[in-house]
């Protein structure tokens, strides 16, 4: 989540750059089926291409600067994690004692997000490549997570990032479950999104392993490939199996008297993981404000035009070093988007670089506080649950309109 002429994400440079060598001399535009207006309609070609070159330059500008402070960074965040988890599943040996179960449950929540989202989610995306140290580099990592690496970086690498929020294209816009956009056709199915939602957020990492799989394609009868999706089931079991009896059968009986505390603190790691995964995800490409895209719009797409709908297709939470650290900094979605290959920790430094140039091409920047941004991706799942012209105001109205035409038309009563 590369080679120069291509931004997108850790995938072989010439798979990724035939799609976006294309230069063109007016822009053209699709409209939305919802008739919402095009942001970016105030830009011509040219501005949009040297903007391309504005970001183009600040990537290769902190390409070029890596250095011993960028190594030392990821291999103190990884020294920090590994004795963080060990530590606490040796408090969790004592389990039995509730200051231990407190103690241990917290370290190792917060061990396994760290795990998963600064670690995990940025070496598979190829930022520390380049360190050539083969512990963290993209090509061989496995995280601790149900999706194996190489499903997660296809659907994730390759599709999510490549087609960022083209409704059609990108798998990631609902995962499958969900209508987030007003384009997206209504079915009564959608009326029960926040709960499908809420339970995903419950059980996110199986979500994402499913997605990955494309399950739900396999189950309607449109896989393209039953072969390949055999293959993949059979290691996502596998992996879902070497993660279950390390955390739910190994590390609870090594606890002896303390097995059932310890097994309900993996059980409440996991959980507490999924949920601020979830969160952080949700912060990052539903709430208000991130737009969506027509299939159609991205033929013959220049880069500066993928720089674009990186840029208006993500958003970023405002908050602490900390908070940044533990969302792997996809609080930065915007500059991950934009540069998905580049060290998670130099995001913050060019985040105001960004801003400033969107605003100088007079587009949006969507940030806010976590609290604010996940009530607003909320709100979202809501609201498109229902139908684009739902409204309860509207809905009373209706049937209020449905109860007089039934009176109207019943026969007048007999005086006896």
Not at 130 to 158: F, L, T
Not at 371 to 377: E, F, K, M, T, Y
Not at 389 to 408: E, I, N, P, T
């Amino acid at each position: 989540m590369t080679a120069t002429a291509t931004p997108p994400a850790a995938a072989a440079p010439r798979a990724r750059s035939s799609r976006l060598d294309t230069t063109t001399t007016e822009r053209h535009h699709v409209p939305k089926r919802s008739g919402k207006p095009d942001p970016t309609a105030h830009l011509s070609a040219a501005q949009v291409e040297a903007l391309g070159r504005e970001l183009d330059a600040l990537r290769q500008e902190v390409l070029d600067s890596r250095g011993s402070a960028d190594a030392a960074y990821i291999r103190k965040v990884i020294k920090v994690q590994r004795t963080l988890d060990l530590s606490s599943r040796v408090v969790l040996l004592f389990s039995l004692f509730p200051p231990a179960w407190v103690a241990g449950t917290i370290g190792l929540s917060v061990a396994k997000i760290l795990e998963n989202m600064e670690i995990g989610h940025n070496v598979m995306h190829g930022q520390w490549d380049w360190m050539r140290d083969p512990k963290i580099h993209s090509q061989v990592y496995e995280w601790d997570h149900a999706s194996p690496s190489a499903q997660w970086k296809r659907s994730h690498n390759e599709i999510h990032h490549t087609f960022t929020n083209v409704l059609g294209r990108d798998n990631d816009l609902g995962y499958g479950i969900m209508r987030v956009d007003e384009d997206q056709k209504w079915h009564p199915s959608y009326v029960g999104q926040p709960l499908w939602n809420f339970i995903n957020a419950c059980i996110f990492e199986y979500g994402i392993a499913a997605y990955d799989l494309e399950l739900g394609k396999q189950l309607k009868g449109r896989g393209e490939d039953p072969e390949r999706f055999r293959a993949d089931a059979k290691k996502v079991l596998a992996k879902i199996g070497r993660q279950m009896r390390k955390d739910y059968v190994v590390h609870p009986l090594l606890s002896g008297p303390s097995v059932l505390h310890t097994l309900a603190a993996n059980v409440t790691a996991n959980l507490v993981r999924n949920l601020w995964t979830h969160s952080v995800i949700m912060c990052g490409h539903f709430p208000e404000g991130v737009e969506t895209f027509a299939k159609e719009s991205i033929d013959g797409e220049t880069r500066g035009e993928w720089y674009l709908r990186q840029m208006i297709g993500s958003a970023n939470i405002v908050g602490s070093k900390a908070m940044h650290v533990m969302t792997g900094n996809l609080s930065h979605q915007i500059e991950h988007h934009c540069f998905p290959d580049l060290p998670s920790n130099r995001y913050a430094e060019i985040a105001p670089r960004v801003q400033e140039i969107t605003a100088r091409y007079g587009l949006s920047y969507t940030t806010g506080s976590l609290p604010r941004q996940v009530g607003s991706a909320w709100k979202q799942v809501i609201k498109l649950s229902l139908p684009n012209d739902f409204s309860l105001g509207g809905a009373a109205r209706a049937g209020a309109g449905r109860l007089l035409g039934r009176l109207r038309r019943r026969p007048a009563a007999v005086a006896a």
